[in-house]
């Protein structure tokens, strides 16, 4: 592949993101997928819905780059001008699609589609239709002066189901990258630094490795040898992070704690303090999840975490709120609130900040505790010197993966 | 102001952009503050650290634009070509300011400044210094050919920090617009529309709004008039959308429902079922927030409602747990479970989908009950029919604002 057909560029086209009203995620979602593919990105682009841009981009683009992406301008409306702009680089007319067009009119049986719709039904001439199953503007893709040029529509729901079921593939052929040699992991909480050298200890020759860094999680992806290659690798991993850090695939916290749970047969009931309910929130992000979870409690306050929780007054007062004695306690109070109905508790009691910190208890110490069948399995401290946000976030998750190896060792 | 003055472009560099590792909200923050201004952002660019990048940019836009942004490349190692790149552009040198390396060396006492922080005292010849009382890099703005170009660090909070304190009023005296013009609003839960027709209603010659929508918060900001005439046209606004959904300033859910405890003496306890602790953890958000949030129950299952919350076996075999009856019981349950501790409840019980819905109680269906002094004040019903994560979202929102219309009437 020549330097010019491994570079690549995306261009995001819509008033509202030069106006500051809309975040752009697909840059970095597409140019993500093109990293992934081999392919150099050379720029991502945010323009108006003006003609004059698309020219200039083109212009630029297409005589240096191998592959130009698209997003935004196939709506009905007369500022949308992707069709128009591609067609006149192109120099093609836009020709009318019968399919497309019958296709929309029978896509919405209980919406009405307008005439202004029709202009979704034009394509480049000689450009081939993307079918977008999520909504009603086709994407297409064509090649412009020997530039592979592709047009997606900007509802990210649209565009990623049209990536997913086509891009990928469509792409996938043009780089010689084919979609099943690559494996995906997740990590939760493991430092990127401790992920890297645990990669090269256990590499192998064949395997390439990227990975993407989301606050605490980390998405792993495997390229090279064979499926048998990169799950021995995987086996390694886990046993060197612990398998409650790692899993195969592309995955939520909520989702892999719901898994185990169901796995097991047990369902949570949760005790929060400084987490303030996102616990609860994380778990139930995912559909049907009262399957493995049961309730839980904010107790904010002291006397909520007495109240609601039955910790003791002399707990509180020799130990202190952040303390394993109070986080035990917190865990089984919730265990045996849920008379029975619930098969393990997890309790966070942490100081979150910014204010609230002292010596001997700075800003970012959290106790967690786990509790099944009447009694605490487990205390454990953890210290996470970081702001507000991410003292919850981080001891939230770190609570589900004491859930998950909790649940490892009954099962 | 020239049409060439009045465009402007951003420019965001750097590898971790252009392959997909880190998303990148500055493009937005800087072309919403640009947009404010009166500019028209004609491009916001995401680049590789490359000094051909740059090149390729300046070659473009300096021409054509009257002030362009760069934001990153100015770290102290090699990959860092910002301060070379626009200085080479200039046809000036690279100056070390000696003041700035001091400044440097004493900033952390208790962190080593290695000499490759050096280059951070670098400034091409000609420009301001913009300080970063934030990190280790300062800014610098200065002309090239007629356009102003502006160099920020990376680092988010660093940035954030500098355009509050430095670069809006630099920018603003550039676009001829002070700070002290500008006035803002918060609406929660309005949509758009309507919010449009309010301000058609009510507004004046002298005043001109722009809006920026985040989901169910919407962002008003109103310039021209002077405080007095902005002062009136609020109080209108406020009387036409009911006082609960608009607030003066830029201003977060939790924090505005936060002021209205506080302000009334009660302290919030809920009870949630379909937002899973999100409306906890909406309120907890917010540092110091146990002054008026004294805990919460996430009561998900059936059994949880009973046995936390006391709603009563009958009341759900006979209204099923999404109904008027069963949101009240809630409301009244972790009002008494507190205790006497907490002064307001609110319960939310809801179906969030995808699954559970029904002929008469679809997906999207949500009860919310508000109690206090010992009675359910008032039962709400709300239709939501989105995703799982928007029926989540919304019914947390509008119970956190049934909570303020219920405070406004007691206080």
Redesign the interface.
Known sequence: MSERQSRAAILCVGDE?????????H?????????ELGA?????????DELD?YR?EFL?LFPRVGTVIITGGLGPTSDDLTREAVAEAAQVELEFHEDIWEWLLNRFPHRKISDTNRKQALIPAGFEVIPNEAGTAPGFVGEVDGCTVVALPGPPRELQTMVDRHLRSILGARFGVREEEISWATTFMVPESELEEALQRHGAESLRWGT??EGYRILLRLRGGDEPARQAFFTRLRGDLGAERIVEGRAEIGEVVLNDLRRTGR?LV?A?S????????L???V????EG?????????N??KI??LGVSEQTLADTGAVSPETAGEMALGALE???G?AGIAVAITGI????GGTEEKPVGTVWLAVALDGRVLETRHVFLPRD??RV?RWSAISALLLVREALSEVA
Chains 1, 2 share one sequence.
Do not use: H, M, Q
């Open positions: 993101l030069t106006e500051g009203r809309t975040l752009d995620r840059g970095k979602f597409l140019s993500e997928l093109l990293t150099t990105v050379d720029r991502i682009s945010l323009v108006p841009a200039r630029d993407n860094t369902r949760c929060e400084c987490t303030g309910g996102l616990v609860a929130k778990v139930t992000d559909p049907g999840s009262s979870f049961w309730g839980g409690f904010v107790a904010y306050s006397t909520a109240g609601l609130r849920s008379g109905e979150a900040g910014p204010e507000r946000d919850r």
